[in-house]
């Protein structure tokens, strides 16, 4: 079965350090890999993906992900975090064969002051 | 929150009462889904449409209907055989293909009591 995995529920982080939010995948074939960040009450807005090419990806807001087949992880990262970026991030999977996104559970990133 | 609206932002409903959920896209995409948010839990596939006047149930279809009478509108309804109502129900909609992101509306919280 198609899955995607968030190990961490929350993630805190100080305002200017770097950030990750960990996101590992089990899908089979070459999935496309996406990462959308949600603010309180509202949609979720797209961040990045991965399709093929470069394992790092750019995206919004200044944060990046990078892409690791052998451990079928896509982890997001932000080099200097902001209070702004307090926020819940899911992490998608698309598997290449199909429509239907598969999302992982979330992880709540809180930036302290 | 892209070219999709949903309306409307809040909706309280008693037992026992169907109720649709509005959401409409002036992205000229094919692709439209409707997903369940509850707390921990991520985001659930209820229907997702390919194409006008078609349409197919996800993870979650029991206790819901939806429509595609035209390309831009996608409307939910929840009905009394739905068993937990209560959530925040998010609209999306994407280019037909697997490798495009989706673009989500900004959501309905639906109330039953």
């Known amino acids: 079965a198609q899955s995607v995995a968030q190990p961490e529920d929350q993630v805190n982080v100080a305002e200017g350090n770097p950030l990750t939010v960990k996101c590992t995948y089990s899908?089979?074939?070459?999935?496309?890999l996406f990462w959308y960040v949600q603010y309180p009450n509202r949609g979720l807005q797209f961040l990045l993906k991965y399709i093929t090419g470069d394992n790092l990806v750019k995206g919004s807001y200044g944060f990046e992900a990078e892409f690791n087949k052998s451990q079928t992880s896509f982890h997001l990262k932000k080099p200097s975090a902001l209070v702004s970026d307090s926020a819940l991030y899911f992490c998608?999977?698309?598997?290449?064969?199909?429509?239907?996104?598969?999302f992982g559970p979330g992880t709540r990133l809180s930036v302290l002051p | 929150d892209g070219g999709i609206t949903q309306s409307p932002k809040y909706l309280f409903r008693k037992e026992g009462q169907n109720v649709t959920l509005s959401c409409e896209q002036n992205?000229?995409?094919?692709?439209m889904y409707w997903y369940r948010q509850d707390p921990g839990q991520g985001l659930r596939l209820i229907y997702y449409?390919?194409?006008?006047?078609?349409?197919q149930k996800g993870d979650i279809a029991e206790g819901y209907s939806v429509s595609r009478e035209k390309k831009e509108s996608f409307p939910l309804t929840v009905t009394s055989a739905q068993k937990n109502p209560t959530a925040f129900y998010l609209c999306a909609s994407s280019v037909q293909g697997t490798g495009f992101e989706q673009y989500f509306g900004p959501g309905t919280r639906l109330t039953v009591t």
């Open positions: 899908v089979s074939g070459n999935p496309y």
């Open positions: 998608a999977v698309r598997p290449n064969y199909g429509q239907n996104f598969v």
């Open positions: 449409s390919q194409i006008v006047n078609d349409f």
């Open positions: 992205l000229n995409h094919d692709a």
